[in-house]
């Protein structure tokens, strides 16, 4: 059975930075892309950003510049650093993992942006 844990979420002040990680265990078949998606409460989850299997990425245009998405050495681990953070970047961070047979998410981790 696939596992996807997430790690690094937490209470940050605006302007500060958190970096999350993922760590996806058990038999997967091919990754095509790993990534990251929030939704905060009373929205829809959406799409944060994501990186191929080839190291391609790309960002929603609301973090792009201040969020980085990066893969592990063992290619089954995402990271994305989260820098100059805004209270509107508060929600539940999912990892996502797309595999050339089937999808799989992660429990989520919370991330809220505050003073």
């Known amino acids: 059975q696939v596992q996807l844990v997430e790690s690094g979420g937490g209470l940050v002040q605006p302007g500060g930075s958190l970096r999350l990680s993922c760590a996806a265990s058990?038999?997967?078949?091919?990754?095509?892309?790993m990534g990251w998606y929030r939704q905060a409460p009373g929205k829809q989850r959406e799409l944060v950003a994501g990186i191929t299997n080839g190291g391609s990425t790309n960002y929603a245009d609301n973090v792009q510049g201040r969020f980085t998405i990066s893969r592990g050495n063992a290619k089954n681990t995402v990271y994305l650093q989260m820098n100059s953070l805004k209270p509107e970047d508060t929600a539940v961070y999912y990892c996502?993992?797309?595999?050339?047979?089937?999808?799989?998410w992660g429990q989520g981790t919370q991330v809220t942006v505050s003073s």
């Open positions: 996502n993992l797309l595999a050339s047979r089937a999808a799989y």
């Open positions: 058990g038999s997967i078949s091919s990754i095509l892309v």
